[in-house]
């Protein structure tokens, strides 16, 4: 794995995967604003857990290819002690700004090195009540491994004449699985020899949701000042939100509307991307008699997918620029 | 897969896996007891589902391996048929109800079967807030399919001279993750040539347990009265309780307070199992400046695991054989 | 994970798991017997590799579990470096052995210890032809990681009044996946209200299979003496000859006569055991003009299943006890 | 999931994953030339098995996502339908070739789409030989699935003013696992604070490659005549030759020769690109008495990887273009 590409110039680059940094009593994120549709204001940071990716770029590494010469090599396995290590010296309290902080010392640290770019994908550990003599309380010792959706990050950055640029940073979600039992149609698509589906004025819609968001200055997503930082547990709230709230006519029509609320409420964010997968279930039993209920199965495994970014020109389009107002509505 | 052995006979069974079921609005889970550990009460419903595995028994299917007579199989695309359907029948709240129920439909149905053994794996949808007007709300539409631990239930019915027998029934979770990041220690085992562990007295402890427990009565299981119902959300935050409290010294010192806490909980129950796995992180940095926190790495794939059942007698010999008292101590 | 039971008596053990051993230069496979079904005669044992499971067994270590008193625990990391280091000594060519040694030397070593259980399943390599000026040779230094099917093997050792005895073992194959497209039926069965499955008098059968055997006399599984050992690899050929040659009226019929040729071929064995699964493709174009071939596709979730063992006293009733003739027909 | 990306426009798409097509006894593949690292002629098609993925592209799709309009909607079971179909008019013996039919197809069918882009994962089954009264001979009805390397291959054909343009094709290999047990050194390397691995001198080189591959003229990738055609087994022999003949100085030096060799063997390609994971174990037992064995364990997760392509014209710099002669060297 490791999906890095530099456009430009030759495909060259190499690096460390599954590299896990568990970082213990990280400086909590807060500071982040509160918005109509999440009740998530900050995190505690006990535990910042995440699976990184470094690659390293450079010109000087073409030798180590084509003449096996390892001088100017950092091994991986060096590379994976550095990303540990400067996890005791991160002052932050989000993934992009530690993807950053090490990049930016790969940079410093080693002058043969043209760009870095590291990936963290979180591993995210829930809090969880436990019980005592006071009553339920939240714990501050014990916490969940979750295996639900997860952030993500991406960020770039190269060596320039007079220091570095951040030249990526993209921030995500992957694998939000999210069901909504009624309220989804899917119907007047074209009908021709291949069609066997059936139209559904009402059916269950469950989709599988990867999401990835750009910002329009990129020290938002990274600097220390989390004012305009958007954490992925808003855009996870915000899309759940959308779903409750509209009658869909199709995982399209979805996520566009998701796209749309999501920029106008963070005039912060230049892009957002999906990537969605549907996982409906089959009808078997659609009238229980004397219940609202019916009978689902599991679909066969293909899966329908759609790819759309929305951007602001959508969102001006559609007249719903963002404006402050908009974003402070339920502050 | 399908792990079922009949004793004292030989071996010989067959059926379907993988049976996903979803049934939406089934009765809700009401009237479980409040634990002073938990505040779980209770369940909507709105989606139960399970991924089934259905095995049938019988000495009339034996000449279908030995002559290939197909003449009394039920094809197991018909049992996957039968559970469906049935799941539309059923008219309780828990999965145990549910596999007892289709067990001893299928027993009715086919006089020629011996017994029927139905595993119902959770597959949990939680609950979502969603943001509007009126601020915060748990939506009664859209739900967060779960990848974290679910519950789990076996069940086994066998035809006898005058109706059906329950002979075999078990509750349980799998694959619950908690991490408690300080108050664990592992020291004082054996030191030889073949040690390179380091001892530790303080260090973060991450677990995976499956449990499994078994009640006195199986009607407290399985029945419609819930009042003796044991959900696996109780005894999750359990676990979460007594990890959060307990200064232990081991996995096996953890397990062991976890079931005496869950027996002195819970009379109705006769045992309750462990299947434990440490999968414990390895230190990098121990010590940051000015932070009490650390940093830590994956550990190696190895993993250290344990097999436990905690039995009533295990309580009696603890002094701690559950009254109505310690029941209903926070209720 | 960790499916150690023991009978008679409380169940507690524990021990490790994912124990990855690669022994390189190995004793090599010879001396097996060859069979006509099978082109296998031995193996180079250039790389023996497996995942090892352990478990240790002994009231002593009940006070680890009741107190969190670790004064007579062997560490479950300490049990990996046993284990790997033992493979350095390990004198024989087959996992069965491998799993013996290592369980004796723990009873030797460790007093109060009352049984070992260790799991091997095979990490195979195949090996690769390379090309060069001679033309097409076997490697003898590259090999490719194989992730088809596997053998494995269970051994328990326990402690007696004078030594130790074998309580336990079995040998296998995990996850051999084979597909006949043609020559197999599935018909005669029930039809009633909840069958939807058209029959099929000649249908693509793909199967999975876990097997798993037993010998009479344990020595010829874990001895230095391998004429009467059987290689996992003529098994698998048998399952193949079988398959090939029987028209089939269910994977019931077919396991059966699958356990009879190995019984019939391997008078040294007592039980077959078969864990099958049914993966057969579903119809889509069942006739292309000018054509003999068809278009499947990949079936829903749910898969049939069978669990069978066939004994000597099967064959005997056949009419087929092996006898040395049978066994050599084709050497 | 589904990766595909346009340039110079909007990322719009939506499709089907996951559809998988099995057909059986499709024309076989013949016609391609020996080479000297592999005894790859061809593969009898008895199972032309897939995993597919198909993306539409077209402006025609956008009020599908802005206005919930699904008139212009091809619904994705109706392209699964469509694939599957086709399978049965397929008259090549390729994926590519599959691949490029199909999204011709789709452009011939519905005049709205403006591209199609198709994903083949190879599905393999592997020749098994069985044995009877003539000895062993390879069935024909019997076929064993595979979970090694497969094939891989993407299409992307667009409508231009005057009919359709191949605007995309890779073909590949993905998840070759090879180990070579000695003869791979890797030294040399930067050494600083940072550094804790052991420089080797020789060691067990453990790796997973990806390969993806371009032809200068694209017919020869997924045109009726196969004479040009590059099967991935033979890239796939190249890779073991080159690595059981290299004393290699890192997974970098390997992977360009392997680079080289097939650029030079075949002319008809333009470029050849590797992802490589180093998975190489760690030693645990370095010296046995009176074996030339070691023992090794499992590495920790992270791992290294690699991401070069080598081009003709690196071909060219190392003064080993390739000509007829190196092409039929072996014939």
Same mark, same amino acid.
């Given at each position: 794995? /490791?999906?890095?590409?530099? *456009? ?36 505690? $940071? ?37 990303? %540990? ?7 932050? *309290? ?6 950053? &902080? ?45 295996? $639900? ?33 009624? +309220? ?25 949701? $990867? ?10 997503? =990274? +600097?220390?000042?989390? *004012? ?9 709230? =915000?899309?759940?939100?959308? &779903? ?18 999501? %920029?106008?409420? &963070?005039?912060? %964010?230049?892009?957002?991307? &999906? ?48 404006? /402050? ?7």
């Amino acid at each position: 794995k /490791g999906g890095f590409e530099m *456009s430009n110039q030759r495909t060259m680059y190499y690096g460390k995967g599954d590299v896990f940094v568990f970082r213990t009593y990280a400086k909590p994120l807060e500071g982040v604003k509160r918005i109509p549709e999440s009740g998530f204001t900050g995190r505690n $940071n006990v535990i910042l857990g995440t699976n990184a990716t470094i690659a390293l770029k450079g010109d000087a590494f073409l030798t180590s290819f084509t003449e096996g010469d390892n001088s100017l090599i950092v091994a991986t396995d060096s590379m994976k002690n550095f990303m %540990l290590r400067h996890a005791a010296k991160y002052e932050g *309290s989000t993934l992009e700004g530690f993807a950053t &902080f090490v990049c930016e010392r790969f940079l410093e640290t080693y002058s043969h090195i043209d760009a870095v770019e590291i990936t963290c994908d979180e591993i995210p550990f829930d809090k969880v009540e436990v019980g005592g003599q006071s009553g339920l309380n939240e714990s501050d010792l014990v916490y969940r491994h979750s295996r $639900n959706e997860h952030a993500t990050t991406t960020v770039e950055v190269k060596r320039t004449a007079n220091g570095t640029e951040i030249t990526k940073q993209t921030s995500g979600i992957s694998q939000l699985h999210l069901i909504k039992v009624s +309220g989804s149609s899917f119907y007047g698509y074209i009908k021709d020899e291949y069609t066997t589906l059936p139209e559904a004025k009402d059916r269950p819609l469950f989709i599988y949701l $990867n999401l990835d968001w750009t910002y329009n200055n990129v020290i938002d997503a =990274i +600097g220390s000042d989390t *004012s305009n930082y958007v954490p992925a547990e808003q855009i996870r709230d =915000i899309c759940a939100t959308v &779903f409750n709230d509209l009658e869909n006519r199709s995982i399209q029509h979805l996520i566009y509307e998701i796209g749309l609320r999501a %920029l106008e409420r &963070f005039p912060q %964010l230049a892009t957002i991307g &999906f990537e969605s997968n549907n996982k409906t279930w089959e009808p078997v039993v659609e009238d229980i008699p004397g219940s609202k209920g019916q009978v689902f199965t599991e679909p066969r495994p293909p899966y329908g997918f759609q790819r759309f970014i929305v951007t602001r020109e959508d969102l001006e389009k559609e007249g719903r620029a963002a404006s /402050g107002a908009a974003h402070t509505a339920k502050a």
